[in-house]
């Protein structure tokens, strides 16, 4: 089955694979003059690499419906990418690093509620380790962050993914893929038509292999990956828009032309 589904989606899985092999031309790439915008930047383009390779393996063994919620995920990156490096200031990534003193403030206050947990870090206070961050300095980075940037209950942002995604011009992907997506992630209703099947007046699980979601997840990553190597590409100085512009006029045509085949039948 597994190598039926990679035949059977050999051109989309060749195009992801030749955008890899463009990423992996910069990844070792040493960056010196660090700045906030670079170390996002950077951080992005990492974490994208993973999970794309990780959709490719998902579909490659027949697991789209898996793959999706890691598309999703992908998705969620390039909105915050986008909308990051849209500010010309660094108020927006500044905003998204501070936040993680937020984070890390409501770890430990739910964490001090729990007898276990209190316990350890009463012993940590009495034996500390070299690089350990007291609950003290936790509660003072997370009210200067507060105070600094204001932040309300949307998350670093205090925005919805939906909001940010029409801010950067993608909020057709939000509203048809993503959308769809989230059914798999949040186990919605509409999913059980991927794993269960009536048949024979009764119902069966259908946990095998298959290529359910796999086109629609080879297609959507190929476009959240490149648009997130496109956009790193200037802040990074990568070096590779003409490569780029090249695989996905390619890819585009490819699409294209399948669209007209499908419209045909």
Known sequence: MTNLIYQNHKRLFGYNEELRKIAD????KE???????????TFALGKAYKTHGAILLLCAQGYGEDAAILT????DLSITLLYILKDPTNKRVLRYFHYDSIIRKKMYDYAKTVPTFNKLFEERKIHPKH??????????YANLAQEKHNYGR???SDKPIRQMAEEVGRG???QTVYYLQSNISHSAVRTMNDYVKARNGGYTVDIGQGESWVQEDLVASFDFFSTIISRCNKPLRLGIARQLNALTK???GEVEHHNKETDGL
């Open 131 to 140: 690089g350990d961050t007291t609950t003290e300095e936790v509660e003072k």
């Open 31 to 41: 960056f010196s003059k660090i700045t906030p915008k670079v170390a996002f930047t």
């Open 250 to 252: 390619r890819y585009l």
């Open 154 to 156: 949307m998350g670093w």
């Open 25 to 28: 031309s910069v990844l070792e």
């Open 172 to 174: 057709g992907a939000y």
């Open 72 to 75: 999703r995920s992908l998705f």
